[in-house]
């Protein structure tokens, strides 16, 4: 699987916005790039993803870079909520393993 | 829809002991997944099931270590003759199984503590 990089942490105020990187330079044209966050004592949750094309849902924007080699999850208006370990995660749409597979993340802190 | 659930939520046991947890997928959902994960690490994958048919085993997963998912809807993960290193978190995630890439859905975890 193709590998990422990511900062261990980040921190930002409340209500402020969030730009989390991930670099991504050996992704294969199938690969899609996902996002899950895991909130203290809880399990992981899906967050976003995108291919080639920007992606807005509720909870974030995906902007991927135009030769895909790294991408930024945009939290608009960061809460105390947001405060979570951030995974970027490659998967092969064609020909991908089932299995997520993560690295250790960006811990994100929010600053009241 | 209820998420996914697992029991226990917390396991201290002593060495050499075996251990059992159960998860009840998202219903209707046809694929699940156990993961481990320890302290300051992002989850590690174990095992998948499509169905009641078990696809991939990750070679984390021991002689000790047997997942069953008898009728194709809950799962279990049993521990045979525990060892501290086993103290981890224990995820299930459960997927719709249409796609490769479809959204994963965690259960909170059951924590295990070996003593």
């Known amino acids: 699987d193709a590998k990422t990089t990511q900062p261990n942490s980040m921190e930002s105020n409340e209500e402020e916005p969030v730009h989390l990187p991930c670099n991504h330079s050996t992704i294969s044209g199938t690969d899609y790039i996902h996002w899950y966050r895991q909130l203290p004592s809880q399990g992981p949750e899906y967050v976003i993803h995108g291919l080639t094309s920007n992606v807005n849902n509720r909870m974030a924007s995906l902007a991927i870079a135009e030769d895909r080699k790294s991408s930024t999850l945009i939290l608009h208006r960061a809460t105390l909520r947001d405060a979570a370990v951030y995974y970027c995660?490659?998967?092969?749409?064609?020909?991908?393993?089932?299995?997520?597979?993560f690295g250790t993340g960006t811990r994100l802190t929010i600053i009241p | 829809d209820t998420g996914v659930s697992q029991d226990p939520r917390h396991k201290i046991t002593k060495r050499g002991q075996n251990v059992t947890f159960r998860c009840d997928p998202i219903?209707?959902?046809?694929?699940l997944y156990w993961y481990r994960q320890t302290l300051g690490q992002g989850p590690e994958f174990l095992t998948y099931?499509?169905?009641?048919?078990?696809?991939?085993k990750s070679r984390l997963l021991s002689d000790r270590f047997s997942a069953e998912r008898p009728k194709g809807s809950f799962s279990t993960l049993e521990i045979q003759r525990t060892e501290q290193g086993d103290s981890a978190m224990y995820l299930c995630?459960?997927?719709?199984?249409?796609?490769?890439?479809?959204?994963?859905?965690f259960g909170p975890g059951t924590r295990l503590t070996v003593l």
């Open positions: 099931f499509q169905n009641e048919a078990q696809l991939e």
């Open positions: 995630a459960s997927s719709r199984g249409l796609r490769n890439t479809d959204t994963q859905y």
């Open positions: 995660i490659l998967r092969d749409g064609d020909f991908g393993n089932e299995k997520l597979t």
């Open positions: 219903s209707e959902h046809n694929r």
